[in-house]
């Protein structure tokens, strides 16, 4: 297996094509190590450990079971009864602690009493007892880790957080168009009939309510009125000029336009799952910012496609009826005791895992995970409430540590 100590060159190529700038020394600590020796491996695939005529075998053995060590014990290359023999392995792992394990004989073998957790990543030390002298051996049997220094990790914005608590919000998407309230319009039109002497407005104009729309002369009096706007709003329509006689019809329409209601498409297996007062966020077509809502409505009807209509009100006058619609509909906030942010979850063997540092020193996590939402995805195990790990541009780790080739050796 190889130690992965260094900054990779190709974490040096990429440092280089995103500032163009070498921290001092990457140069030097670019340079490839030695490839080190393949270890002696035993009949069962395990590796062999020698001192003088005294060896043992150690593997990590996993067909059917958690991992566990078993080790065989020879002398002179002849079988040891592993009676004889007393053992301790302690794995020392980067910034988890140590595993400390015994072993209890099973036929032919020393068997650990401890599952070895993902990742077998660690410093091994192993103490043997056999005729009353002992026996040490200490090797790294590293996977999934890598060493960056901290001046080019920054330069390449290789950036962490604290796992622990979160909050998810799960939603489900939601797409509609903008519509305006009934209560919107309002269609002007004279009380009493007679003829436009002067027009005060003109097309487009935003007016206020008691403002001044028309001046009509009566056609039973003869004698002039006003018509004011009942509302704020703009001149949406105006279809009446002076010198034309009022004849009962719509003169002009006036239009509020600084509300609008958000009508989004539900189907049938989320109905159950959204609720009058449920917060939702949107995106509207040709606006950059994100805006934030409440479920105000939900229409007891459904479409000839099943779906029914959700009403979020957008108290807001820069925006134009018909405008299409994103938007994401919460249906559930869940407080969870450990999450981390997706964006640094990369792929390692058959794993989901992050990166977790400590120091200068980075090595895979792998994870179970649970229920997701936004930004976050809940941890149930593989990793400790505390740890600080990789969130933006974990890529480039995970780049690093396959160009070292670093393996998953027993």
């Known amino acids: ?11 040096l190529a990429i440092l280089i094509s995103l500032s163009g700038v070498v921290a001092p020394n990457a140069v030097a600590a670019s340079t490839p190590a030695a490839e080190q020796a393949e270890p002696e491996k035993g009949p069962h695939r395990g590796r062999m450990l020698r001192d003088g005529d005294f060896a043992i075998e150690l593997s990590i053995f996993e067909t059917g079971v958690p991992p566990e060590f078993r080790v065989w014990a020879t002398n002179g290359g002849q079988p040891i009864d592993p009676k004889k023999v007393d053992l301790n392995v302690k794995l020392i792992r980067l910034g988890d602690g140590t595993d400390d394990i015994n072993f209890n004989v099973q036929g032919d073998f020393l068997r650990g009493d401890m599952v070895i957790y993902e990742p077998h990543s660690f410093v091994v030390a192993i103490e043997a007892t056999y005729q009353g002298k002992k026996y040490n051996w200490r090797y790294d049997n590293f996977e999934g880790r890598t060493t960056i220094e901290k001046a080019v990790a920054d330069a390449m914005e290789i950036n ?29 039109a004279a009380r009493f009939d007679g003829e436009i002497t002067k027009l005060h407005v003109s097309y487009g104009e935003t007016v206020k309510k008691g403002q001044t729309l028309f001046t009509v002369e009566s056609n039973e009096s003869l004698k002039p009125y006003v018509i004011k706007a009942p509302a704020n709003g703009v001149i949406t329509q105006l279809l009446a000029n002076a010198g034309e006689q009022t004849n009962g019809r719509t003169l002009l329409t006036i239009t509020n336009l600084s509300r609008h209601i958000a009508k989004l498409a539900v189907y049938p297996s989320d109905y159950s799952k959204v609720k009058l007062e449920t917060p939702v966020t949107l995106n509207v077509e040709g606006h950059e910012e994100t805006l ?16 029914r209509l959700v009403w979020v009100e957008l108290a807001d006058g820069h925006f134009s009826e018909g405008s299409f619609v994103k938007a994401d509909i919460e249906v559930a906030t869940i407080d969870v005791p450990l999450a981390v942010k997706r964006i640094g979850l990369q792929g390692f063997r058959d794993f989901t895992v992050v990166y977790a540092k400590v120091g200068e020193q980075y090595e ?28 933006d541009n974990s890529y480039i780790l995970k780049a690093d540590i396959e160009k070292s080739g670093a393996s998953h050796d027993h």
Do not use: C
Not at 1 to 11: A, E, F, G, R, V
Not at 180 to 186: C, N, Q, S, T
Not at 380 to 389: H, N
């Open 1 to 11: 297996m190889k130690n992965k100590n260094i900054l990779s060159s190709l974490s």
């Open 160 to 188: 962490n957080e604290i796992a622990g608590p979160a909050t998810i919000h799960q939603t489900i998407p939601a797409y509609g168009k903008l519509s305006l309230p009934v209560d919107a319009k309002r269609n002007i």
């Open 292 to 307: 934030a809502g409440k479920v105000s409505f939900i229409e007891p009807s459904v479409r000839d496609d099943q779906a």
């Open 364 to 391: 895979v996590r792998m994870l179970e995970l649970g229920r997701a939402g936004g930004e976050w995805i809940e941890v149930l195990g593989g990793l400790k409430t505390g740890t600080k790990y990789v969130t």
